[in-house]
Protein backbone atom coordinates (compact mmCIF):
# COMPACT_ATOMS: atom_id res chain seq x y z
CA UNK A 1 0.00 0.00 0.00
CA UNK A 2 3.00 2.23 0.69
CA UNK A 3 4.56 2.00 -2.60
CA UNK A 4 1.41 2.69 -4.14
CA UNK A 5 0.66 5.80 -2.80
CA UNK A 6 4.23 6.82 -3.23
CA UNK A 7 3.60 5.58 -7.12
CA UNK A 8 -0.23 7.68 -6.93
CA UNK A 9 1.21 10.67 -5.49
CA UNK A 10 4.04 11.73 -7.80
CA UNK A 11 2.52 10.09 -11.24
CA UNK A 12 -1.40 10.81 -10.39
CA UNK A 13 -1.04 13.52 -8.08
CA UNK A 14 -3.91 11.37 -6.01
CA UNK A 15 -3.32 9.49 -2.81
CA UNK A 16 -3.93 5.48 -2.75
CA UNK A 17 -6.70 6.11 -0.81
CA UNK A 18 -8.79 8.62 -2.74
CA UNK A 19 -8.35 6.06 -5.59
CA UNK A 20 -8.68 2.50 -3.65
CA UNK A 21 -12.17 4.00 -1.42
CA UNK A 22 -13.60 6.63 -3.41
CA UNK A 23 -16.18 5.74 -6.18
CA UNK A 24 -15.85 8.77 -8.18
CA UNK A 25 -13.20 9.49 -10.71
CA UNK A 26 -11.45 7.28 -13.57
CA UNK A 27 -8.57 4.88 -13.12
CA UNK A 28 -6.17 4.61 -16.39
CA UNK A 29 -5.40 0.96 -17.76
CA UNK A 30 -2.06 0.83 -15.80
CA UNK A 31 -3.94 1.46 -12.61
CA UNK A 32 -6.51 -1.30 -13.31
CA UNK A 33 -3.52 -3.82 -13.73
CA UNK A 34 -1.36 -2.85 -11.22
CA UNK A 35 -4.50 -3.19 -8.75
CA UNK A 36 -5.71 -6.25 -10.01
CA UNK A 37 -2.12 -7.74 -10.14
CA UNK A 38 -1.86 -6.65 -6.48
CA UNK A 39 -5.01 -8.24 -5.67
CA UNK A 40 -4.46 -11.77 -7.20
CA UNK A 41 -0.95 -12.08 -5.38
CA UNK A 42 -2.32 -11.19 -1.88
CA UNK A 43 -5.32 -13.99 -2.56
CA UNK A 44 -2.98 -16.53 -3.87
CA UNK A 45 -0.85 -15.82 -0.46
CA UNK A 46 -3.75 -15.89 1.66
CA UNK A 47 -4.49 -19.20 0.24
CA UNK A 48 -1.05 -20.68 0.31
CA UNK A 49 -1.12 -19.61 3.68
CA UNK A 50 -4.57 -21.14 4.36
CA UNK A 51 -3.06 -24.17 3.03
CA UNK A 52 -0.32 -24.35 5.34
CA UNK A 53 -2.13 -23.74 8.62
CA UNK A 54 -1.98 -27.06 9.81
CA UNK A 55 2.14 -27.61 9.51
CA UNK A 56 2.83 -24.94 12.00
CA UNK A 57 3.38 -26.17 15.62
CA UNK A 58 0.77 -24.40 17.53
CA UNK A 59 -1.74 -25.89 19.43
CA UNK A 60 -5.44 -25.32 17.50
CA UNK A 61 -7.87 -23.66 19.60
CA UNK A 62 -11.17 -22.07 19.02
CA UNK A 63 -10.37 -18.73 19.73
CA UNK A 64 -6.97 -18.65 17.66
CA UNK A 65 -9.19 -20.25 14.76
CA UNK A 66 -11.51 -17.64 15.29
CA UNK A 67 -8.91 -14.99 15.01
CA UNK A 68 -7.37 -16.45 12.03
CA UNK A 69 -10.84 -16.45 9.79
CA UNK A 70 -11.80 -13.62 11.29
CA UNK A 71 -8.84 -11.86 9.79
CA UNK A 72 -9.15 -13.74 6.83
CA UNK A 73 -12.64 -12.81 6.14
CA UNK A 74 -11.54 -8.80 6.50
CA UNK A 75 -8.49 -9.04 4.42
CA UNK A 76 -10.27 -10.85 1.15
CA UNK A 77 -13.61 -8.21 2.13
CA UNK A 78 -11.15 -5.34 1.68
CA UNK A 79 -9.47 -6.59 -1.41
CA UNK A 80 -12.95 -7.32 -3.47
CA UNK A 81 -13.73 -3.75 -2.06
CA UNK A 82 -10.66 -2.27 -3.93
CA UNK A 83 -11.09 -4.10 -6.24
CA UNK A 84 -14.66 -3.31 -7.25
CA UNK A 85 -14.15 0.62 -6.82
CA UNK A 86 -11.32 0.09 -9.53
CA UNK A 87 -13.42 -1.59 -11.94
CA UNK A 88 -15.99 1.01 -11.67
CA UNK A 89 -13.40 3.84 -12.34
CA UNK A 90 -11.87 2.38 -15.23
CA UNK A 91 -15.78 1.74 -16.39
CA UNK A 92 -16.01 5.62 -16.08
CA UNK A 93 -12.57 6.11 -18.14
CA UNK A 94 -14.68 4.47 -20.57
CA UNK A 95 -17.50 6.72 -20.15
CA UNK A 96 -19.63 3.48 -19.43
CA UNK A 97 -21.88 3.50 -16.10
CA UNK A 98 -20.41 1.44 -13.01
CA UNK A 99 -23.65 -0.64 -12.96
CA UNK A 100 -21.23 -2.29 -16.04
CA UNK A 101 -19.77 -4.69 -13.49
CA UNK A 102 -22.70 -6.51 -13.03
CA UNK A 103 -21.42 -7.96 -16.12
CA UNK A 104 -18.73 -10.10 -14.43
CA UNK A 105 -21.70 -12.18 -12.82
CA UNK A 106 -22.56 -13.51 -16.43
CA UNK A 107 -20.43 -16.95 -15.84
CA UNK A 108 -17.16 -17.11 -17.93
CA UNK A 109 -18.17 -14.85 -21.02
CA UNK A 110 -19.18 -12.04 -18.86
CA UNK A 111 -16.23 -11.82 -17.11
CA UNK A 112 -13.24 -12.95 -19.92
CA UNK A 113 -15.14 -10.24 -21.78
CA UNK A 114 -15.16 -7.69 -19.07
CA UNK A 115 -11.66 -8.36 -18.09
CA UNK A 116 -10.46 -8.14 -21.96
CA UNK A 117 -12.07 -4.80 -22.47
CA UNK A 118 -11.66 -2.84 -19.67
CA UNK A 119 -7.53 -4.26 -19.03
CA UNK A 120 -6.67 -3.07 -23.25
CA UNK A 121 -9.11 -0.16 -24.38
CA UNK A 122 -8.11 2.69 -24.16
CA UNK A 123 -10.04 5.04 -22.23
CA UNK A 124 -11.70 8.80 -23.04
CA UNK A 125 -8.68 11.43 -23.54
CA UNK A 126 -10.77 14.18 -22.68
CA UNK A 127 -12.63 15.06 -19.97
CA UNK A 128 -16.53 12.86 -19.83
CA UNK A 129 -19.35 12.95 -17.01
CA UNK A 130 -17.26 11.24 -14.89
CA UNK A 131 -14.35 13.09 -14.68
CA UNK A 132 -11.14 14.50 -15.42
CA UNK A 133 -8.36 12.35 -17.28
CA UNK A 134 -5.66 10.72 -14.60
CA UNK A 135 -2.81 10.48 -17.46
CA UNK A 136 0.33 12.49 -16.61
Not at 20 to 43: D, Q
Not at 76 to 95: A, F, P, Q, S
Request: charged share 15%; aromatic share 14%; net charge positive.
Amino acid sequence: MFLFDLWSSKALDLSAAKILFSWRGRVTRSVYWFVAVANAGVILSILYGLSETGSYPMKETWFSLGILYLTLLLALGLLTWMNLVITIKRWHDLNISGWMTLCFLIPIIGSIGCIIYLGFVKGEKNKNRFGEVLIQ
